[in-house]
């Protein structure tokens, strides 16, 4: 009894470790892009982020040295309107270390004409300037500059989908040409199309506004988006999901068969949204685990 209790000590002690062993940064070192200058009335209620106009990366580290690590970037959801950093975040950026997968949680700004001159494209901005810092920093961190992809959920599935369609149009300083192409996608229970009647409109009206033209619809459905040059995808959704209509990972997953891109997809038949890491749906990590060591990712 005494051993096991020893164990699970070792074990908790470890857990604690690696979830405050953490660096936060400044996403930009200087002046953020598209931004307006504005007082920062960001705000936490039950680990739910608002009004984000201040964007950062928290950085967490497997605890092994090894060089050559996969790295993820962690998009949490809400609706464009917050960002459910725990669930959706931090607690996946501590899973994703205990197999040694290096990962890093953007807390990406959230649409706003208040603090954004064009706020349809600032968590784009930012996501593509995760990527870019993280590749940048590749080396210092034991990272495969040819391994690093971007996780999303919900809302920031779509953020991650956007990243994984649009990076040839580079919205970020880029002095470097470094490539802000994620090398996988892991989407969870995405918003995928801004098309009407398959679309979350929370994350719609958040993004696009009221009324967007067909042309930025369009250009934000990103299974319309989809090219032979799109990263492999892994998808994961519930067929009752009564928010995000499993729609929109069906119609992706198409699209990305239809251009010869490698993808993966999981769909339970119960489920609703917004289960990361529920014990009755949790298995959705292993079966990602095992697509990402398909693809030879991790």
């Known amino acids: ?36 200058k504005a007082e920062n009335k960001e705000y936490v209620e039950n680990s739910v982020i608002f009004a984000v106009s201040q964007p950062e990366l928290s950085i967490y580290l497997p605890k092994d040295k090894n060089d050559g690590k996969t790295a993820v970037i962690i998009c949490p959801g809400g609706g464009y309107g917050a960002l459910c950093i725990s ?22 700004r959230l649409p706003d004409k208040r603090t954004c001159i064009a706020p349809s494209i600032a968590p784009l901005q ?53 490539s ?34 067909k042309e ?3 250009l934000f459905s990103n299974e319309k988006q989809v ?8 998808l994961i959704h519930a067929g009752d999901d009564d928010a995000v209509l499993v729609e929109n990972s069906l119609r992706f997953y198409d699209a990305l068969k239809a251009h010869g891109v490698l993808a993966g997809m999981h769909i ?6 917004g289960f990361p890491l529920e014990p009755a749906k949790s298995a959705w990590f292993d079966y990602c685990v095992e697509w990402m060591k398909e693809q030879k990712i991790n």
């Open 216 to 218: 930025q619809l369009d």
């Open 126 to 178: 930012d996501a593509q300037r995760a990527i870019q810092l993280v590749r940048e920093n590749a080396v210092k961190w034991g990272i495969d500059p040819l391994k690093i992809g971007i996780m999303g959920f919900s809302a920031g599935g779509h953020l991650a989908s956007t990243a994984g369609t649009h990076f040839n149009k580079v919205l970020i300083p880029d002095p470097g040409s470094t």
């Open 87 to 108: 669930n959706e975040g931090i607690e996946i950026a501590q899973k994703l270390n205990m197999l040694g997968i290096a990962a890093f949680v953007l807390k990406y």
């Open 227 to 234: 090219t032979a040059k799109t990263p492999p995808a892994f």
């Open 180 to 213: 802000v192409r994620p090398d996988f996608m892991i989407l969870v229970y995405p918003v995928i199309s801004m098309q009407e009647g398959l679309t979350h409109a929370g994350s719609s009206d958040n993004l696009l506004g009221r009324t967007p033209s």
């Open 1 to 36: 009894m005494k051993y096991s209790l020893l164990l699970t000590f070792i074990y908790l002690s470890g857990f604690i470790a690696t979830a405050f062993a953490q660096e936060k940064i400044n996403l930009y070192f200087g002046e953020i892009p598209n931004s307006v």
């Open 268 to 273: 339970f038949s119960k489920g609703k949204h």
